[in-house]
């Protein structure tokens, strides 16, 4: 078995590793243990929405109050752009636009009535609240209190009412998902029967808030529907994992790398690597009844760091990179990797692999481990993409500066091919 390039993790920045990489012509391989942060995310990009604890406003500015290790010194605010413009373009052609100015963070509703800063928001999330706001919920879904949600709004300034809407006949009575809903949005019929009783239920207001599961497969297009029926804006609000604007998005690259014929290895996860000197040349995961090692010419590690368990900690306060067994900064004790409140930072969520200009492992010296190894997005050193709220963002950034590299480093092989 054999690809150009290996691409390890399913998260935001593998699928966006292996998308561009894929668009620019390479032969790739998606290796991964499982789903990654997208079915967990709100389904918006979050650029950088604080910075030792305080709120951001303008994240692109807020970037050079980042420390030099950071992702973002290191990637460049060029890439980052890059990065934000390619993902706009990837989920517009996909139905899935998102809204919002990387200039100026915005307010992404909860479940809780908050508003959570982020950078750019899925369309049906991105409505202006004014005015009065009717908060929506649905008989018989557990997962949204629209009485909870129009409570944190009211404290917020806004002023809210809360109401419950009957859903029409469908195969569920009582005590469904979020996804089980999402599915029933999908049905055109389902949606003709609802949008009068949304319309009831929000007579006099000039927003509605909803949990955001309207519609799962087919995009932007239920919400839409739905809108234009009810007759009046109608704003998602974010709800716990599993978020379906998150498993739209994760549909939309599913779709994307299958037309770009990329392979997928999900539920095997990368077990090793094979060297030879200062290069990998292969990639050894599990299989369903053997080992399987994939040849290739370039590895890209976007395991997600802790989270995403690309970095495991070690009863004596060591921390072992799992793939490659890179280096990572461990601490002289297992306490040592929490704070003291259960909320705040914890220092064991900056833990990453360091890397040099051109994303490859860096030892203590500065000089790159291995020439044809990059690492991009969460597992990245000197940041914590929870608490700074960056992880889209980084994950772009990564991946913007990754396709640079790779496409340089294919150029100077060329040159050296025709001397």
Same mark, same amino acid.
């Given at each position: 078995m054999?690809?150009?390039?290996v691409?390890?993790?399913?998260?935001?920045?593998g +699928?966006?590793a292996?998308?561009?990489?894929?668009?620019?012509?390479?032969?790739?391989?998606?290796?991964a243990?499982?789903?990654?942060?997208?079915?967990w995310?709100?389904?918006?990009?979050?650029?950088l929405?604080r910075?030792?604890g305080e709120?951001?406003e303008r =994240?692109l500015?807020?970037?050079?109050?980042?420390?030099?290790?950071?992702?973002?010194?290191?990637?460049?605010?060029?890439? +980052?752009r890059?990065?934000?413009?390619w993902?706009?373009?990837?989920?517009?052609?996909a139905?899935l636009?998102?809204v919002g100015?990387?200039?100026r963070?915005?307010?992404?509703v909860?479940?809780?009535?908050?508003l959570?800063p982020?950078c750019l928001?899925?369309? =049906?999330?991105g409505g202006e609240?004014?005015?009065?706001?009717?908060? +929506?919920?649905?008989?018989?879904? !557990?997962?949204?209190?629209?009485? @909870?949600c129009a409570r944190?709004l009211e404290?917020?300034?806004?002023?809210?009412t809360a109401?419950?809407?009957e859903?029409?006949?469908w195969s569920?009575?009582?005590?469904?998902?979020a996804v089980? @809903?999402?599915r029933?949005?999908d049905?055109?019929?389902f949606?003709?029967?609802l949008? =009068?009783?949304?319309?009831?239920?929000?007579?006099?207001?000039?927003?509605a808030?909803v =949990?955001?599961?309207l519609?799962?497969e087919?995009?932007?297009?239920p919400?839409?529907e739905?809108?234009?029926?009810?007759g009046?804006? @109608?704003v998602e609000?974010a709800?716990?994992?599993p978020?379906?604007?998150?498993l739209?998005?994760?549909?939309?690259?599913?779709? !994307?790398?299958d037309?770009?014929?990329?392979?997928w290895?999900l539920?095997?996860?990368a077990?090793?690597?094979?060297?030879?000197?200062?290069?990998?040349?292969?990639?050894?995961c599990?299989g369903?009844?053997?080992p399987v090692v994939?040849?290739?010419?370039?590895?890209?590690?976007?395991?997600?760091?802790v989270?995403g368990?690309?970095?495991e900690?070690?009863?004596?306060?060591?921390?072992?990179?799992?793939?490659?067994g +890179?280096?990572?900064a461990?601490?002289?004790d297992?306490?040592?990797f929490i704070?003291?409140?259960?909320?705040?930072?914890?220092?064991?969520g900056?833990?990453?692999? !360091?890397v040099?200009?051109e994303l490859?492992?860096?030892?203590?010296?500065g000089a790159?481990?291995?020439?044809? @190894?990059?690492?991009?997005g969460?597992?990245?050193?000197?940041?914590?993409?929870?608490?700074?709220?960056?992880r889209?963002?980084?994950?772009l950034?990564t991946?913007a500066?990754l396709t640079a590299?790779?496409?340089a480093?294919?150029?100077a092989d060329?040159?050296?091919?025709r001397r």
């Amino acid at each position: 078995m054999r690809a150009d390039v290996v691409v390890v993790g399913a998260g935001p920045a593998g +699928l966006a590793a292996a998308v561009r990489l894929a668009e620019g012509g390479r032969q790739v391989r998606v290796v991964a243990r499982g789903q990654g942060f997208t079915h967990w995310g709100a389904g918006a990009v979050d650029v950088l929405g604080r910075v030792g604890g305080e709120r951001v406003e303008r =994240p692109l500015d807020a970037i050079d109050r980042l420390g030099d290790s950071h992702p973002y010194r290191l990637a460049g605010t060029g890439a +980052l752009r890059d990065g934000l413009d390619w993902f706009r373009d990837f989920a517009a052609a996909a139905g899935l636009d998102h809204v919002g100015d990387p200039e100026r963070n915005r307010g992404q509703v909860t479940a809780l009535g908050t508003l959570r800063p982020t950078c750019l928001v899925p369309a =049906p999330a991105g409505g202006e609240l004014r005015g009065r706001v009717a908060v +929506l919920g649905f008989a018989g879904f !557990r997962d949204f209190s629209a009485a @909870l949600c129009a409570r944190g709004l009211e404290r917020a300034g806004y002023q809210a009412t809360a109401a419950t809407v009957e859903l029409p006949p469908w195969s569920h009575r009582r005590y469904f998902t979020a996804v089980e @809903l999402s599915r029933a949005f999908d049905d055109g019929d389902f949606r003709t029967r609802l949008a =009068p009783a949304l319309a009831k239920a929000a007579a006099g207001a000039d927003v509605a808030v909803v =949990p955001a599961v309207l519609g799962l497969e087919r995009g932007h297009e239920p919400w839409a529907e739905l809108e234009r029926g009810a007759g009046l804006p @109608l704003v998602e609000a974010a709800l716990a994992p599993p978020s379906v604007p998150g498993l739209r998005l994760f549909t939309a690259w599913r779709r !994307r790398l299958d037309e770009l014929g990329v392979a997928w290895q999900l539920g095997f996860p990368a077990t090793g690597v094979e060297r030879d000197g200062d290069r990998v040349t292969a990639v050894r995961c599990e299989g369903a009844s053997r080992p399987v090692v994939i040849r290739c010419d370039e590895v890209v590690l976007a395991t997600g760091g802790v989270a995403g368990h690309g970095i495991e900690a070690n009863r004596d306060g060591s921390l072992t990179e799992v793939v490659a067994g +890179l280096p990572v900064a461990g601490f002289e004790d297992r306490t040592h990797f929490i704070a003291g409140r259960f909320l705040a930072a914890h220092p064991i969520g900056e833990a990453g692999v !360091r890397v040099d200009g051109e994303l490859r492992p860096a030892g203590d010296d500065g000089a790159p481990m291995l020439e044809n @190894l990059r690492c991009v997005g969460g597992l990245l050193a000197a940041h914590d993409p929870t608490m700074e709220g960056s992880r889209e963002g980084v994950a772009l950034a990564t991946t913007a500066r990754l396709t640079a590299v790779l496409g340089a480093a294919d150029h100077a092989d060329q040159d050296v091919s025709r001397r």
